[in-house]
């Protein structure tokens, strides 16, 4: 039953399928071409996020986080349960999951695409393995195309390749090799081949993306002029340029502030850098984080900043860095001084009484930064994520 009625809302969802790549508006003025927000699967169980409340009407894309490689380099789902609502215990996120949520959503909004993400960092480590022959590439992208796009007809409007990341970087024990330069070019060409004959078959255009590191040790490892013909846009990540432990410095830095001893690490460096390497502009999207990093034992001195700190504060929750947790938290705390970074044009809040220090986008910074994309002509804007706002990051995007 839950299969026949989720059937019937995404087959719906057909009659908004258009065979035509979408048409950009210039970005000189107003909120960017592409708003693009990755939605973390998870959330509806950690963070009680409801799918039917995300801001649908400011958004182009939602980007479903995530889709995971099975053990035979098959996609598979990341968790049934949460997704297609396939639970051994009675399910708490309604009938048809996740997905059934996203296609009523997509009926409401018949301009919004959605996309499945596949990877993400805890689940980047088979990447390796299935892009390493001709068949273990045509295996992967022949499973993700048929599970989500072939057996959901009209829900999903493309495939986001997360990889963190190709030959070094990712988290600790995956596989990684030097081969994986070339390899995630015949990857995501194969998967472009794949999407490209099935869009002739369903008379549409999918789009194929993928999430890129702002990283430059981490940028050299992609053939970026290679891989930029077979992408319709670029995700760049351009957040976690710094957590704790080390010297406390900022997550998404526009610009490098006044002594700052990683100058290279901020979106201005980052983006240009992939615009030198020919990228067109109106490819490229900027990241925004909707969420910060905390330091714990941070000195009274700069008022934290650029001092030795601790990883995560005593005391801090998983999702304390969440922007709606912050505003309603150390925002409202007296001990918590805001203080503003007018070169890096980003906040942050220090409490010298506990010696905390967070790295943080508010409304102000979030502004800065599309002002930056307008001025710059790229293509939009990427979140990570939207379960961490409570409305005002959303606004300050769009204009509202």
Avoid at 25 to 40: D, I, N
Avoid at 215 to 241: G, K, S, W
């Amino acid at each position: 039953m839950r299969l026949n009625r989720f059937s019937f809302v995404v087959l719906a969802i057909c009659s908004a399928c258009t065979s035509a790549k979408p048409v950009s508006k210039s970005a000189a003025g107003g909120h960017p071409t592409r708003v693009v927000g990755y939605f973390a699967s998870w959330g509806v169980r950690s963070k009680g996020t409801r799918i039917a409340d995300l801001p649908a009407k400011d958004l182009t894309h939602i980007f479903y986080a995530f889709a995971k490689i099975g053990n035979d380099g098959r996609v598979t789902l990341m968790d049934p349960c949460v997704d297609v609502g396939a639970c051994d215990s009675p399910p708490t996120v309604g009938s048809g999951g996740n997905f059934a949520e996203l296609g009523r959503l997509k009926l409401r909004n018949p301009k919004l695409k959605l996309a499945i993400s596949i990877g993400g960092w805890t689940d980047s480590g088979k990447f390796s393995d299935a892009a390493l022959t001709d068949a273990s590439r045509r295996l992967f992208s022949e499973s993700a195309i048929d599970l989500f796009i072939r057996q959901r007809p009209g829900l999903f409007d493309g495939i986001d390749i997360d990889w963190e990341f190709p030959v070094a970087g990712g988290m600790e024990g995956n596989v990684e090799r030097p081969a994986d330069k070339e390899n995630f070019t015949l990857l995501l060409g194969e998967l472009r081949r794949q999407l490209d004959a099935q869009g002739a078959i369903d008379h549409r255009h999918y789009e194929l993306t993928i999430a890129a590191s702002a990283r430059p040790q981490e940028i050299a490892n992609v053939e970026i002029a290679r891989i930029e013909p077979l992408l319709d846009f670029i995700n760049v990540m351009t957040y976690d340029y710094h957590s704790g432990p080390g010297t406390t410095n900022f997550n998404a830095p526009l610009y490098s502030a006044k002594g700052d001893p990683t100058p290279a690490l901020n979106v201005d460096v980052t983006m240009r850098a992939f615009l030198d390497a020919g990228v067109p502009a109106s490819k490229l999207l900027v990241g925004i984080p909707f969420y910060g990093h905390g330091y714990g034992s941070v000195p009274s001195v700069n008022g934290g900043l650029f001092q030795p700190g601790t990883g995560r504060p005593s005391g801090w929750r998983e999702h304390d860095g969440d922007w709606n947790v912050l505003a309603q938290t150390r925002l409202k705390d007296s001990h918590y001084v805001r203080h503003w970074e007018s070169a890096a044009r980003v906040p942050w809040l220090y409490d010298s009484t506990s010696g905390t220090w967070v790295s943080y986008d508010d409304p102000q910074s979030v502004r800065e930064k599309v002002r930056y994309v307008r001025e710059h002509g790229l293509g939009g804007v990427v979140i990570w994520e939207l379960g961490g706002d409570d409305g005002s990051l959303m606004r300050a995007i769009s204009g509202r």
